[in-house]
């Protein structure tokens, strides 16, 4: 079984202002892990993911995160947050499920981007 | 190449009545996923389909929900009899394979969604 939980239903920051968006998983297996981005009223978009590798991931429009097995944490951040960043942000892990790879959102974080 | 395509966008039903949304997913895509996303909640995984075969259906409600994926055409979620409870914004995501473990991870493109409103 796998699981995701997203910290903070909300989170506001200035423009120009570092952003972070907290992420843990819980996982029985290696997990997949994923960011997703959905902007009003629109589908999601993939922002960057975690397979093998390199625990540090870059991904588009500047994000980045850190995978961290020690933790179980997949935070995301961003040095400085642009107004067009406001949006809902989702963590999702993707493990083995008889077969395939099942993907699990967390409830998502909606990004206030305070001029 | 056109991504995965929903319709309709938005449908209004009344209680008692049918929604049939549909799901056309991404060329080269055969597999299908259906997400429901409830006010103020994340995505809570529904089905997963290949064409012509339903692998996995623990996220659907046991009643009034069914989903195909038919050998020609889109794929289809279908809810009977909607309740106001169904109203919610349905995604339709799609992958070229089910991400085998040893192949790599399941990155899923979605659809726009399609907004149920049950009066």
């Known amino acids: 079984a796998q699981s995701v939980t997203q910290l903070g239903s909300h989170v506001s920051v200035s423009e120009g202002a570092l952003v972070l968006l907290r992420c843990n998983y819980s996982s029985s297996v290696p997990p997949y892990l994923f960011w997703y981005v959905q902007y009003p009223n629109q589908g999601l978009q993939l922002l960057l993911k975690?397979?093998?590798?390199?625990?540090l991931v870059k991904g588009i429009n500047g994000f980045e995160a850190e995978f961290k097995k020690s933790e179980t944490s997949f935070h995301l951040t961003k040095p400085s947050a642009h107004m067009s960043d406001a949006a809902e942000y989702f963590c999702a892990v993707s493990a083995d499920s008889g077969g395939y790879q099942k993907v699990t959102f967390g409830t998502g974080t909606k990004l206030q981007v305070i001029p | 190449n056109a991504g995965v395509m929903q319709n309709p966008r938005h449908l209004v039903r009344r209680r008692g009545q049918e929604a049939r949304l549909r799901c056309s997913p991404m060329k080269g895509h055969s597999h299908v996923y259906w997400y429901r996303q409830l006010p103020e909640e994340g995505l809570k995984f529904m089905v997963y389909l290949q064409k012509e075969n339903i692998i996995d259906e623990s996220g659907m409600p046991k009643e009034r929900f069914s989903a195909e994926f038919p050998k020609e055409g889109p794929s289809i979620l279908r809810i009977q009899q909607v309740v106001r409870g169904d109203s919610a914004a349905y995604f339709c995501a799609s992958s070229p394979k089910g991400g085998n473990p040893h192949s790599g991870a399941n990155v899923l493109t979605f659809g726009a969604g399609s907004r149920l409103t049950v009066l």
């Open positions: 975690y397979t093998t590798g390199a625990t």
